[in-house]
């Protein structure tokens, strides 16, 4: 079936702009998570949801960022006036819920945000 | 605060030759150690998911041990191949209810023809 699909794969934007980027999960899992990836480095993680509700949004470096799941299945994560600083690759994994599944998440393949 | 430390950073090795990859972390109490692989511009490939009542898991040529006692967790590829090229991460769950892995800077790795 199909997996974690994000778009834009690519964006540029000038200091300063509002960018959105959009996550659709495998269809039926329940679990969705954002990920930070700065070069080199490994994923950080930003923010969670189970269905609609996010239940930890505890990674998320500025209250520039902000994401929502309103009907619990496409996810938008929206950063408002862009610095240089967010600048990464934003990753988007779903989970299914069912414990004897674990936790296994499943990446799609990133946007790579540059800002100018 | 979980830390995940993945050593080398990078490896390169002659194609055919078994290798292992570390990854170590300071909390013990996690849920599960996932490891997966990155390629160049690409997002992350689940290889394999370790329990943390489990010792090992197996897929292939790979095979990943977890000792939870020691906070180590260790990748072991069998038979290398230029294909395996890539960036290896390990990533912990904790056993906290909190669902977010932490993860490590991965190892590079380069298997030469």
């Known amino acids: 079936g199909a997996g974690v699909s994000q778009s834009p794969r690519y964006k540029v934007a000038k200091r300063g702009q509002d960018v959105a980027l959009r996550c659709d999960p495998i269809s039926g899992h329940v679990s969705l998570f954002w990920y930070q990836q700065a070069l080199g480095q490994g994923p950080e993680f930003l923010t969670y949801?189970?269905?609609?509700?996010?239940?930890?949004k505890s990674g998320l470096p500025s209250d520039r960022f902000f994401a929502e799941r309103p009907e619990g299945s496409v996810s938008t994560l929206k950063i408002q006036r862009t610095q240089q600083e967010d600048s990464a690759v934003y990753l988007c994994?779903?989970?299914?819920?069912?414990?004897?599944?674990?936790?296994?998440?499943?990446f799609g393949p990133g946007t790579r945000l540059t800002v100018l | 605060k979980q830390e995940v430390t993945q050593i080398p950073a990078a490896l390169s090795v002659p194609e055919g030759e078994n290798l292992v990859l570390n990854c170590s972390f300071t909390?013990?109490?996690?849920?599960?150690l996932q490891w997966f692989r990155q390629d160049p511009g690409k997002g992350l490939t689940s290889l394999l998911l370790?329990?943390?009542?489990?010792r090992e898991q197996t897929s292939g040529r790979l095979n990943a041990s977890l000792d939870k006692s020691s906070g180590r967790s260790t990748l072991y590829i069998a038979a290398s191949q230029p294909g395996d090229s890539a960036t290896y991460l390990c990533?912990?769950?904790?056993?906290?209810?909190?669902?977010?892995?932490?993860f490590g800077s991965g190892t590079r790795l380069q298997v030469q023809p």
């Open positions: 909390d013990s109490a996690i849920y599960n």
């Open positions: 990533a912990a769950t904790m056993d906290t209810g909190r669902r977010a892995l932490t």
């Open positions: 370790i329990q943390s009542s489990q």
């Open positions: 949801f189970q269905n609609e509700a996010q239940l930890d």
């Open positions: 994994a779903s989970s299914h819920k069912r414990a004897s599944r674990g936790n296994e998440q499943f």
